[in-house]
């Protein structure tokens, strides 16, 4: 190790100091955090590219320092899509600092990882009063029985309102309006339960029909419109 001169001529002065570092809960626990390895926890963040128009939502689950689960969820950028299957390869199985320094290739998902470094570094992670923590697998919950991703996407204009496209729920198919041409429900279709039926060999129009739902007060709609074509 060089010092400069100023340095070398210092008298020693002894650090009393010395009580180590706080103590962050995980998984139950409260851990001196030390190296990589002590770090664990399951853990959601955002991240966002440099011009914003797109946005990640990434999920990792710690153990040790090792990331043994990615939820990788992307919205508003088509090379966003192509970018996110390439990190899900990418980060498992690394360290959570490997993966911070990991090109990931887009940056809403660099921004995601550093986010999600940020919180598990310093305890707050969703996981960190869980005792023994969450099961590998735990991120895949967060999509529900039909393993897609919570999506809300609704467009509006001044001049002719709003249209509601997808929902939670699911992809809208109609809008229910009342006399006033305000909407009071919708009908929508559960794309992953309609999936799985018709991978199932099921007819397309009879799984269409069954996983069909309405919500609000549809029965009651005075006109019913398709959000896309009217």
């Not at 590219?49 to 689960?69: F, S, V």
């Not at 320094?101 to 999600?116: F, S, W």
């Not at 309006?177 to 999936?195: A, P, Q, R, S, T």
């Amino acid at each position: 190790m060089d010092y400069t001169k100023e340095v070398e001529n210092m008298c020693k002065v002894h650090c009393g100091g010395q009580h180590g570092c706080a103590p962050i809960p995980e998984e139950g626990k409260w851990v001196y955090s030390k190296e990589i390895k002590d770090i664990s926890g399951l853990t959601h963040g955002v991240g966002w590219c440099a011009p914003q128009q797109g946005a990640c939502k990434l999920t990792l689950n710690i153990k040790q320092g090792i990331i043994e689960e990615a939820l990788i969820e992307t919205i508003g950028c088509s090379g966003m899509t192509h970018s996110a299957a390439m990190a899900s390869e990418a980060i498992v199985g690394k360290t959570a600092l490997e993966a911070l320094n990991t090109d990931l290739v887009c940056d809403a998902i660099n921004t995601a990882m550093r986010e999600l470094f940020l919180q598990i570094a310093y305890g707050r992670s969703q996981s960190s009063f869980s005792e023994n923590g969450l099961n590998v697998g735990a991120g895949l919950e967060d999509l529900g029985k039909g393993i897609r991703s919570q999506i809300g996407t609704v467009y509006s204009t001044k001049a002719k309102g709003p249209r509601y496209l997808e929902l939670a729920e699911g992809y809208i198919n109609k809008i229910a309006l009342d006399e006033n041409d305000e909407i009071i429900g919708y009908e929508y279709v559960n794309m992953g339960k309609f999936m799985e039926a018709v991978k199932s060999g099921m007819d397309a129009n009879e799984a269409l029909a069954k996983n069909k739902s309405r919500y609000g007060r549809y029965d009651e709609a005075v006109k019913v419109i398709d959000p896309r074509h009217e």
